[in-house]
């Protein structure tokens, strides 16, 4: 568990941590062969090597948010790890599973991970549906009220309402329509 | 119920904005409303689902980004992986397909050396031996020559290839010859020259491969059928030293030659034939060899490149068992063996006057 990581992955780890888009982009090249590899030799094609890279890479930079976390491996491994795991449920979704995968790296099984990392699948899965589901123009005040930061002014400029009581009227209602399809869904799930 | 002015307040709270008082307060407040309570909750589950999502996409967004970069930089770069590849598996394979060469190389030239080396076995053992048949060049161009000064037609002109003797051993038009005279031949005719020439066509009825043996049917209808066959067969061994006799066509007209027989056995020790010490030439392949008695002993086969006067005969009896071995069905008629020997009382001169008729010269036609 002390094992010192690699200087590589000390430095990469740190400059992810920071949010430094370089690291992201040299992450991401480093690794997308070896999955791409991994992947195209088990049934899958490039497309699908694609995004279960991404969903691995995102799982890394989440956790990598979280305080406290600490990798135990090499990001490699990690990596592998994640992507391994993530597409062997693949296979069981699309029933193509063979009971054989072929290895080319050494990997960590998951278990303690998992409850948590579904729980915020699922929260992104129903929030997607849901924001599919509100339509225009709710979700583009919504997403630049919430997660571009947009202050009412900037809504009530971009979206041309002539002030911002109204941008603020609009924002409310698109919020409970939000607000209802999400838990509609979430509770069933 | 909820308001709008309640949910800014809860926005405010989970986004921490609301200063130290308003802060308790709405803590208090929510102690007191459980309605209240369930409210903030859910709406912290749905601004974290939120957060969530909206990072993800975000995210995914510049991984996309990413991704296109890669893929534009690889394209741009495929010409040059392409070279370097290639570099690459020369670098990779050269070792092994070094090896696979060379156990190729070794694989061919071993078979064609051992190969050749049997052949050359093979022919070692036969270039001692030499069959007697003659190739006709001389004749050849003469024909030619012939043929170029009277006609410039020469579309349908076939030489004669081969030269060699056979004899007649049944009334109704069967000769005897060598194998090797006729192998290959395209059209075979025979003539006779002991008056006047006569030419039959032959067709072959029967070969035999070990014993160097072929039989002939003449298939003109002008052969006279009534021939009679004078001599007989000896079918016990000859001794050694036993005066016998040969005619055959050497060249374009009947030689006579005379010896003895030198061994019992042929070329190498093969018991099917007799070595005998006539001096033949090319051409005498098929010849028939006669005993002072004219009875038939053998037929002249070949001799012995490396040695004086010793040729080879193969033996009467032989030639019975292949006479023997012709399918009834093959022959269009049957072949009857002369059964009585009608000349065996009289001297050699007058035994050649009868045999001389049955003696023919083959000549094999063969198409280049």
């Known amino acids: 568990m002390n094992k010192v990581l690699p200087e590589f992955d000390e430095e990469l780890l740190l400059a992810l941590k920071r949010g430094d888009d370089k690291a992201l982009n040299l992450l991401y090249r480093t690794y997308f062969p070896m999955v791409l590899h991994f992947i195209g030799n088990n049934s899958g094609t490039e497309q699908e090597a694609k995004d279960i890279y991404q969903e691995s890479i995102i799982v890394l930079y989440e956790n990598l948010q979280i305080p406290g976390f600490e990798l135990t491996c090499k990001v490699k491994t990690y990596i592998y790890s994640v992507s391994r795991r993530l597409w062997l449920k693949k296979l069981a979704e699309k029933s193509r599973y063979v009971g054989k995968i072929e290895d080319f790296e050494s990997f960590i099984p998951f278990v303690k991970e998992d409850a948590e990392i579904e729980d915020k699948d699922m929260q992104f899965k129903v929030m997607k549906q849901a924001l599919e589901k509100l339509g225009e123009p709710c979700r583009t005040i919504l997403e630049d009220f919430f997660i571009h930061n947009f202050t009412m002014q900037q809504i009530m400029e971009k979206m041309g309402y002539t002030n911002t009581d109204n941008a603020k009227n609009q924002k409310y209602k698109c919020l409970m329509r939000l607000k209802k399809l999400f838990f509609s869904s979430y509770h069933s799930e | 119920m909820v308001n709008m002015s309640n949910i800014e307040q809860i926005e405010q709270y989970l986004a921490g904005t609301l200063s130290k008082e308003e802060a308790d307060l709405f803590e208090t407040k929510i102690k007191q409303d459980p309605q209240l309570a369930i409210e903030v909750s859910s709406h912290k589950l749905l601004m974290e689902s939120f957060t969530l999502y909206g990072k993800r996409t975000g995210l995914k967004q510049k991984l996309n980004q990413f991704h296109e970069e890669m893929e534009t930089e690889s394209f741009a770069n495929r010409s040059r992986f392409a070279k370097y590849s290639i570099q690459v598996f020369w670098k990779k394979h050269l070792p092994t397909m070094v090896v696979a060469a060379s156990v190729a190389v070794i694989t061919v030239m071993g078979t064609l050396f051992t190969v050749d080396y049997l052949h050359s076995l093979e022919n070692r053992q036969i270039s001692y031996y030499k069959e007697l048949k003659r190739e006709l060049n001389s004749i050849k161009n003469t024909q030619k020559n012939i043929v170029s000064a009277t006609s410039s037609n020469t579309s349908d002109y076939k030489p004669v290839t081969y030269s060699a003797t056979g004899f007649l051993i049944s009334s109704n038009g069967y000769i005897v010859t060598n194998r090797h005279v006729i192998a290959g031949a395209d059209s075979v005719y025979v003539e006779s020259k002991v008056n006047e020439l006569c030419r039959y066509k032959a067709k072959e009825v029967y070969i035999d491969k070990f014993s160097d043996l072929a039989v002939l049917k003449i298939t003109d209808?002008?052969?006279?059928?009534?021939?009679?066959?004078?001599?007989?067969?000896?079918?016990?061994?000859?001794?050694?030293?036993?005066?016998?006799?040969?005619?055959?066509?050497?060249?374009?007209?009947?030689?006579?030659?005379?010896?003895?027989?030198?061994?019992?056995?042929?070329?190498?020790?093969?018991?099917?034939?007799?070595?005998?010490?006539?001096?033949?030439?090319?051409?005498?392949?098929?010849?028939?060899?006669?005993?002072?008695?004219?009875?038939?002993?053998?037929?002249?086969?070949?001799?012995?490149?490396?040695?004086?006067?010793?040729?080879?005969?193969?033996?009467?009896?032989?030639?019975?068992?292949?006479?023997?071995?012709?399918?009834?069905?093959?022959?269009?008629?049957?072949?009857?063996?002369?059964?009585?020997?009608?000349?065996?009382?009289?001297?050699?001169?007058?035994?050649?006057?009868?045999?001389?008729?049955?003696?023919?010269?083959?000549?094999?036609?063969?198409?280049?």
């Open chain 2, 221 to 368: 209808p002008d052969f006279p059928i009534s021939m009679k066959i004078p001599y007989g067969f000896k079918t016990r061994e000859s001794d050694l030293g036993e005066p016998v006799y040969t005619l055959a066509f050497p060249r374009e007209d009947m030689v006579y030659g005379d010896g003895t027989i030198s061994s019992k056995t042929g070329f190498e020790g093969d018991t099917a034939a007799y070595q005998i010490s006539i001096p033949v030439n090319p051409g005498n392949s098929g010849a028939p060899l006669l005993d002072d008695r004219g009875n038939l002993v053998g037929i002249i086969s070949g001799k012995h490149t490396d040695a004086e006067g010793a040729a080879f005969a193969i033996k009467a009896k032989y030639l019975l068992e292949v006479i023997d071995s012709i399918p009834r069905d093959s022959l269009p008629e049957p072949i009857i063996l002369p059964a009585k020997n009608s000349i065996k009382e009289l001297k050699r001169p007058e035994q050649i006057k009868y045999l001389q008729n049955l003696v023919f010269n083959v000549k094999v036609y063969q198409h280049k």
